[in-house]
């Protein structure tokens, strides 16, 4: 396995330079804004919803109610109920097609015609699958769409239905005001995302390249962050950590278990398990999470912020490692991080296991190489009858260049929406789709303007929700985001 650490090195520190000095550009936002007039409607109470953001609700909330996991779930239902409302509104039908390579796994590509300028199109994608969800760990049915205490909680409403919806939403507002692009804009909304074995980009890729090519793509794995309400900072994925897990498996003679020997395959995975719980990974920090520290540590106060400054000095303070390390948000921007996932083990209640297994899954920093955190955990357990093997070879995913036309406009969109609020680059814990793409050669900026507190992440959780103010801000932000990119006189 080969790192991608020599394509990370030396592209990142003048993209950077770059993008720093583009943050520091001022724009006159009523110049630029495409939708001045609706600055406040963010604030619009929920029950008096304009007409762009009662269809982004009435879209998320028919996605939500439409089943689309893996195991029982259909995203071809998904598909063509977002393809029926753009036919609707007049879209040609050879420009919304729902296609897949299954009859549960369909996607939907939509095609937004503009002036031919000689301008790529912009790609805008969301994944229509969702994680499992058992209605007996939530309080709230996981697949009816429920408005309460401000937020829209239901599976899907954080990852990734939320942002499928108002792409849908936006593209419709745009061909009713008569937007006319300067390149075409595309969205699709994608299978498999997830899990599963018929991932709709990677389909998509291989059988339509036509359909998806672009000059980059807006995806999720980006956001804002909120503290007590207030906006603190906007994110942006450029950089992602690679996906990968590990079985752990002992095997065992096995025996009656009236007869039991302290030789027991279950004991051993557990303490091969509880091993790797007390295992931390060497803090290592690369440009992108260097930059995210610094910028993060002027947006915060006290012991967080003197952390964040310890953990940029060489070598990093270790208070600043313990204290960071405590939260999960910042730990896992430090580190590569395992952690066991699944268990399976014992064929009876009154035998003694011939076979216990762990799934142990790992984010791996970009760079990395996953072979050496294989030899790691190997070191770690320091016990040869647990074998450990990779479930699928990891899929490496270099950093998205920087560009100013993106970051311009994310910049000048963000100070509009929430003047002050610094534009922060991040390195997402969690791999999205966009590597496909990455490696397709499309470059891919999570981006949303979808602000969620820090301390309530519970996208793949139970009762998962999204503050109802943040997704009808974030609607209107992409909305103007990707007017700013499809609009050659903004540049
Ligand atoms: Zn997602």
């Known amino acids: 396995m080969t790192t991608n650490q020599s394509t990370f090195r030396p592209a990142l520190p003048l993209i950077w330079l770059a993008f720093l000095v583009v943050s520091c550009g001022s724009e006159d936002p009523a110049a630029t804004s495409p939708a001045t007039t609706t600055e406040s409607s963010v604030d619009t109470p929920v029950s008096d919803l304009l007409p762009h953001q009662q269809m982004a609700r009435d879209f998320l909330r028919e996605l939500i109610e439409i089943d689309t996991t893996h195991s029982t779930g259909n995203t071809t239902i998904a598909a063509e ?264 083990a014992g064929h009876a209640e009154n035998a003694l296991p011939q076979r216990a297994q762990a799934t142990v899954n790992c984010r791996v920093l970009p760079g990395e190489s996953v072979d050496a955190v294989q030899d790691t955990l190997v070191t770690v357990i320091g016990d040869e009858q647990v074998t450990i093997t990779p479930v699928l070879a990891a899929i490496l995913s270099a950093p998205s260049p920087l560009t100013p036309e993106v970051f311009n406009a994310i910049e000048g969109v963000t100070e509009e929406m929430w003047p002050g609020v610094p534009v922060i680059p991040i390195m997402s814990t969690g791999a999205t789709d966009g590597l496909y793409l990455r490696n397709a050669g499309i470059p891919v900026y999570g981006v949303s303007g979808i602000f969620s507190d820090i301390d309530d992440n519970r996208s793949h959780g139970q009762n998962e929700r999204i503050l109802i103010k943040s997704y009808f801000e974030g609607q209107e932000f992409l909305y103007r985001l990707i007017t700013r990119l499809s609009r050659s006189d903004e540049e």
């Open 81 to 344: 109920a977002m393809a029926a409302h753009l036919i609707a509104e007049g879209f040609a039908a050879e420009d919304v097609q729902v296609l897949g390579p299954s009859e549960t796994k369909g996607n939907l590509v939509v095609r937004y015609r503009g002036r031919d300028v000689g301008r790529e199109p912009l790609l805008l994608l969301a994944h229509i699958d969702v994680v499992e969800a058992d209605a007996a760990d939530w309080t709230l049915d996981p697949f009816t769409f429920t408005e309460q205490d401000g937020y829209y909680y239901g599976r899907g409403t954080t990852d990734d239905k939320d942002e499928a919806a108002i792409h849908i939403a936006n593209l419709i507002r745009l061909k009713r005001e008569g937007y006319q692009p300067d390149r075409d804009i595309i969205v699709a909304l994608t299978a498999d995302e997830e899990g599963g074995t018929e991932n709709g980009v990677i389909w998509l890729l291989k059988n339509h390249p036509d359909l998806i090519d672009a000059e980059y793509a807006l995806n999720e794995g980006g956001g804002g962050t909120l503290r007590d309400g207030q906006h603190i900072a906007n994110g942006v994925q450029a950089s992602e950590k690679v996906y990968q897990s590990f079985t752990l498996e002992v095997t065992n003679p096995g025996g009656h278990s009236s007869l039991p020997v302290k030789d027991n395959a279950i004991y051993r995975l557990a303490d091969a398990l509880i091993r790797i719980r007390a295992y931390d990974f060497p803090v290592i920090l690369n440009e992108v999470t260097q930059i995210f520290f610094e910028r993060s540590a002027e947006t915060e106060e006290g012991d967080l912020a003197t952390a964040m400054r310890g953990i940029l000095q060489y070598p990093p303070d270790p208070a600043a490692v313990a204290y960071l390390s405590r939260i999960p948000f910042y730990n896992s921007r430090l580190r590569t991080t395992c952690v066991a996932t699944m268990l399976d």
